[in-house]
């Protein structure tokens, strides 16, 4: 079954550091998300990307943050210069139409990246 | 703005016993409501989804229910298993729709299903 792949699974950094965290989609989806879940909290939605622009962000999703598919099948979150309010698990998802809560257009997430910041 | 609850937080029960995870969410204008589960160390797996104009979704031993004008969904799972253990979590769609599907989410129900 196709899924969505996120690398790295953890990554530990210092404050002040830029991170990038990397996701490869299923294949012919054309929508991308990004979402995160701070350790006890709600998942939260940062970002849907679609055509190689965002189509709507979350007011977490600041200037600190970027998304970009550089390469027609990876698509990464950079966060510039992390702060310690950062650390999280990531997740990226992806789905086929602009719809992805109808039938076989339900969002697929990867497993998530975990990020440490000290 | 919408919010959405989730009761219990946490539920531990025996194996074979039936149980009901419930969902609430605060403005009944929404697209669909999905349950996911979530398993530590994985990602977030789609159970269930049901449209704001249906009534119930069905998969296996798990039934799920949607009020909307009472801002209210179920997910029943019948005779539980020790591999149903996990996070139920619970995510409602906005209406209207728009460009974006984004969703928002409960904090979640984690199930213990004990041999």
């Known amino acids: 079954e196709p899924e969505v792949t996120q690398t790295p699974s953890h990554q530990v950094t210092q404050m002040g550091q830029e991170v990038i965290l990397r996701c490869v989609p299923i294949?012919?989806?054309?929508?991308f998300y990004w979402y995160r879940q701070i350790l006890g909290q709600k998942v939260e939605f940062l970002v849907s990307?679609?055509?190689?622009?965002?189509?709507?962000k979350s007011e977490i999703f600041d200037d600190q943050f970027s998304v970009e598919r550089p390469d027609g099948s990876n698509f990464t979150l950079k966060i510039r210069s992390t702060k310690l309010e950062d650390s999280a698990m990531y997740f990226c998802?992806?789905?086929?139409?602009?719809?992805?809560?109808?039938?076989?257009?339900?969002?697929?997430f990867g497993a998530g990246s975990r990020l440490t910041v000290l | 703005k919408q919010e959405v609850t989730q009761i219990p937080a946490a539920l531990s029960v025996p194996e074979g016993e039936n149980l009901v995870l419930n969902c609430s969410f605060t403005?009944?204008?929404?697209?669909?409501l999905q349950w996911f589960r979530q398993d530590p160390g994985k990602g977030l797996t789609s159970l269930l989804l049901i449209q704001s104009s249906q009534r119930e979704q069905t998969s296996g031993r798990l039934n799920a229910s949607l009020d909307k004008s009472s801002g209210r969904s179920t997910l029943y799972i019948a005779a539980s298993q020790p591999g149903d253990s996990a996070t139920y979590l619970c995510?409602?769609?906005?209406?209207?729709?728009?460009?974006?599907?984004?969703?928002?989410w409960g904090l979640g129900t984690s199930l213990a299903v004990n041999p």
């Open positions: 995510a409602v769609s906005p209406w209207p729709p728009g460009n974006n599907r984004k969703l928002i």
């Open positions: 403005d009944s204008a929404i697209y669909n």
């Open positions: 294949s012919n989806h054309l929508y």
């Open positions: 990307f679609y055509n190689n622009e965002i189509s709507e």
């Open positions: 998802a992806s789905s086929e139409s602009r719809d992805p809560g109808t039938g076989a257009n339900v969002l697929t």
